[in-house]
């Protein structure tokens, strides 16, 4: 068959498919892209040529927007479906890095196919090269290497075919995969080659469930056996495996508590008797509790990152012991743990089996519970307005939200002071509810996530919350949204600047600088309307000024069938309505020597609390 490698590309891409427990998916269900002129005449013609219904095209508006909301569709997909992405070169191929390393920090699949400069040097430099005059074969491209689980440079059009083969490995692979970049040479897209029709045949990738080792299996069950205190923490490798049942079910037969971090909150909902919370620097008092008195701790599909893990500080029990059950062996074997190297749901269900009738004491249980009803009325304080007819709270604001959904929302948050607000107090009803992407925790992947996730998943009610600073950075896919009809619900938290980070500097000695906005060069608010802008862009904006106007915004936002966006300024919170404080330290390094009173006061603080730090050997 005669085609261009842009055409034998796009060909390709549209007979690739993933099948786990039977079903079967599209693996590259539509292409993302911004054309200029070094994709427009290759995967641009190729596009056309192949037609929508055979690769839909989706137009975005920003290269790095483009991959965060072909990232939401992927996890909303559960890992079995993927977006690629189209750029030029130049600008338009460095705006993916973010992008692609947000992918593979998270563990979830995107195909990047930037454009590169002429693979013969017609001309050389062409618009927009990178000259180095120490090597003639580097681009900027180059810069998505280190972010990328598989990196090809298109050369000569034979050099797809295993190119391509290998880029759909590692997309379909559960512990590999992320960002794969295939760059595409400007020439190379538009040269014709006679490619073999088996280059087209149907594939079906299978999403592999491996089982755990006996050996390993025995292990980990002996040592649960062994525990008085044992834990679990849940992470993301729950919900990526659809192991949510068999969580729910092995907690529920031995007693152990589940704790959740960032990526695992929702895979047991919030009223499951074993649900202790949130864990880590954002965790629950009775989560972190549990963790610091543990004598085996359960790392269920977790990475276990300073969040999680208190910087080393969280876990303290003497002889504290870790099992490690991981789909990838790095992960598995992290804090010195017993490897469990298997799938999620595949590891607990044999766990389950080899633990048949093995309990937790029931005064464990029962104080874990205590903790945990505990915890709730404080976060029911924290919701809970004594004058709705107030500007609301940050918490206040999550408390009317939380009033309005339903199991079938879904709520997406990235960076700021939301991911921990919501970590702490957020009811997670539902699995695929609670999407806080908090690997990368990058300002701006909130609005087009939420196009990604509402794409994978029409009809489900999909809300974006962001900060004002986090809204000043990335609000162009809003146009996306409304000109694809896509009944987003943004809501708009404005604290009037960089509300989070000021808190951090001025607990590590930094006193604020740089986090607050200026009006004029003077401290304030500068003379800008985000309702209105969020209004130009194309939503339907609705102001609330006030806790009963918040309730009444939320559910009007929730029924509506266009963009719609929730417009709020919240208050500073006071010691009564505000979330409880982080119960678990995190470590930021704080100047070792200072003249200023508030940095020689912190560095105080941080040695103290650095002093809890552990090697787990």
């Given at each position: ?42 995967i641009g013609q190729a596009l056309l040529e192949t037609g929508g219904k055979r690769m839909p095209f989706l137009q975005g508006r920003n290269e790095q927007a483009m991959v965060h909301a072909a990232v939401g569709y992927a996890r909303q997909s559960g890992r079995l479906s993927a977006h690629a992405v189209t750029t030029s070169i130049g600008p338009g191929a460095t705006n993916l890095v973010t992008g692609a390393a947000l992918a593979t920090v998270n563990r979830l699949p995107v195909l990047l196919l930037p454009g ?302 939301l991911p921990g607000d919501l970590h702490k107090l957020w009811r997670a009803r539902s699995p695929l509810q609670y999407h806080v992407e908090y690997g990368y925790s990058c300002m701006g992947y909130e609005i087009p996530a939420a196009i990604g996730v509402a794409l994978a998943d029409p009809g489900r009610p999909v809300w974006a919350l962001v900060g004002d600073g986090t809204y000043l950075m990335n609000p162009t896919e809003l146009v996306t949204a409304v000109q694809e009809g896509i009944p987003l619900k943004l ?127």
């Amino acid at each position: 068959m005669r085609l261009t490698t842009a055409q034998a590309l796009i060909g390709f891409l549209a007979r690739q498919f993933t099948e786990r427990d039977g079903r079967r998916r599209r693996l590259i269900a539509a292409t993302w892209g911004i054309f200029g002129h070094g994709n427009v005449a290759g995967i641009g013609q190729a596009l056309l040529e192949t037609g929508g219904k055979r690769m839909p095209f989706l137009q975005g508006r920003n290269e790095q927007a483009m991959v965060h909301a072909a990232v939401g569709y992927a996890r909303q997909s559960g890992r079995l479906s993927a977006h690629a992405v189209t750029t030029s070169i130049g600008p338009g191929a460095t705006n993916l890095v973010t992008g692609a390393a947000l992918a593979t920090v998270n563990r979830l699949p995107v195909l990047l196919l930037p454009g590169d400069t002429f693979a013969t040097r017609p001309a050389d430099p062409v618009l927009q090269q990178l000259e180095l005059p120490y090597a003639g074969d580097v681009s900027v491209n180059d810069t998505l290497r280190p972010v990328s689980r598989y990196f090809d440079r298109i050369t000569r059009p034979e050099a797809l075919i295993p190119a391509a083969l290998q880029a759909m490995r590692v997309l379909t692979d559960p512990v590999q995969t992320g960002a794969v970049t295939l760059a595409l040479p400007q020439d190379v897209q538009a040269e014709a080659y006679d490619w073999p029709e088996e280059f087209f045949a149907e594939r079906v990738w299978t999403v592999r469930r491996p089982r755990p080792d006996h050996a390993e299996l025995e292990a980990a069950a002996r040592a649960v056996r062994a525990a008085a205190r044992p834990l679990i923490i849940a992470g993301g490798g729950i919900r990526h495996s659809a192991a949510e049942a068999e969580l729910a079910g092995f907690a529920e037969a031995t007693g152990i508590p589940v704790a959740a971090t960032q990526a695992g909150k929702g895979t047991l909902p919030y009223g499951h008797p074993a649900d202790v919370g949130a864990i880590g620097h954002t965790g629950t008092a009775a989560a972190n509790e549990l963790a610091r008195t543990a004598d085996l701790v359960i790392a269920a599909g977790t990475r276990l990152t300073d969040f999680t893990t208190a910087s080393a500080t969280l876990f303290r029990h003497p002889h504290v012991r870790f099992t490690g059950l991981n789909l990838d062996p790095f992960d598995a074997h992290k804090l010195a743990a017993r490897p469990l190297v298997a799938d999620a749901r595949e590891g607990l269900r044999e766990l389950a089996a080899l633990l048949s009738g093995h309990r937790v004491d029931a005064g464990y249980a029962a104080a874990y519970r205590s903790a945990k009803e505990d915890w709730e009325r404080q976060v029911d304080l924290a919701f809970h307005a004594a004058d709705p007819d107030a500007a609301p709270t940050q918490a206040q604001l999550l408390g009317a939200l939380d009033a309005v959904v339903t199991g079938d929302d879904v709520l997406i948050n990235a960076a700021g002071s939301l991911p921990g607000d919501l970590h702490k107090l957020w009811r997670a009803r539902s699995p695929l509810q609670y999407h806080v992407e908090y690997g990368y925790s990058c300002m701006g992947y909130e609005i087009p996530a939420a196009i990604g996730v509402a794409l994978a998943d029409p009809g489900r009610p999909v809300w974006a919350l962001v900060g004002d600073g986090t809204y000043l950075m990335n609000p162009t896919e809003l146009v996306t949204a409304v000109q694809e009809g896509i009944p987003l619900k943004l809501v708009i938290v404005d604290n009037q600047g960089y509300a989070s980070i000021g808190g951090l500097s001025q607990a590590v000695g930094g006193e604020r600088l740089g986090t607050d906005f200026r009006n004029g060069g003077r401290p304030g608010w500068p003379e800008v309307d985000l309702a209105a802008n969020a209004a130009s862009l194309g939503m339907t904006v609705i102001r609330a000024h006030t806790v009963r106007d918040l309730r009444e915004a939320l559910a009007q936002a929730r029924e509506a069938d266009r963009p719609t966006c929730v417009y709020t300024r919240t208050r500073t919170p006071d010691t009564v309505s505000g979330p409880p404080p982080a119960q678990a330290w995190w470590d930021v390094p704080v100047a070792e020597t200072a003249t200023r009173t508030s940095a020689i006061e912190a560095r105080e603080e941080y040695d103290r609390q650095a002093a809890d730090r552990r090697r787990h050997l």
